[in-house]
């Protein structure tokens, strides 16, 4: 069988994240699903990182976060999704093991709590979720990624680091198309890459799908464009139905 990626669920313990905000008011019952559906991986988040979502203050986020980090660790590998390096430490602190930064290890101290982190991810985005959306001019826009993303991952202070192009932040549809397109970019680094695409509105740029709702099907065919490029773990909404994608694709490959 070809190596699969790993299944990294996503938990978003928040009331506005993008599709999945306050659809699931136990976040730990919800996590617990994921698992069952075979998630390799639990990103957990307390703040939506959506265009204009609101900030969410340090304590609050605690909440949200560490009843989740509790249940699930030693269990699954379990990653904190927060730019807050006193929220990031104190999920490491509660048994999470990976640090997931979509600011890309910017601020100085989440550079020191990532030596407490297993693993970390950094995530390409400018600016700040408030900002991003005009922040959208490159002049290489694969080869500046790439170059972020190298200089980001070499302030990483954990023993294993991941890099993840950050599909939709500050980008464009178009862009988002492109950076999937080129992943061999990334793969080519080395680093093991993760790849976020789930449910994201370029997908319903691209194809005018407007409800995160309905993206299933073309979060399907990003997840397995990004299995054949060879990344080594999608971020994804829905387990269940992308390991079923993932299987059969790897069931293809060794047909005889
Ligand atoms: N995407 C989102 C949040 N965190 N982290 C990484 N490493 N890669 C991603 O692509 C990524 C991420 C946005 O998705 P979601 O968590 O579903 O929404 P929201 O930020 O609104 O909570």
Redesign the pocket.
Known sequence: MPELPLIVG?V?A?P??????GRHADAVAHAESLVAEGADWI?V?GE???AG?ASVDEAEELRRVLPVVRALAGRVTVSI?TVKPRVAAAALAAGATVL?D?SGLRDPEMVAVSADAAAT?V?HMRGTPATMVTLIDYQDLVEEVRAALLEAAARARSPEVWI?P????AKTAPQSLLLLRRLDRLVDTGLPV???????SFIGRTLGVERPDDRLPGSLAAALWGAEAGVGAL?V?DVAATRQALHLWAAIQTAR
Do not use: P, Q, W
Request: charged share 25%; hydrophobic share 30%.
């Open positions: 996503v978003n928040t506005d994240s993008f599709y999945d905000g990103d988040g939506s990182t959506r979502a999704d997931n979509v991810v995530m993840d950050g599909i939709g932040f993760l790849l976020g695409a789930s449910r994201k971020r909404h």
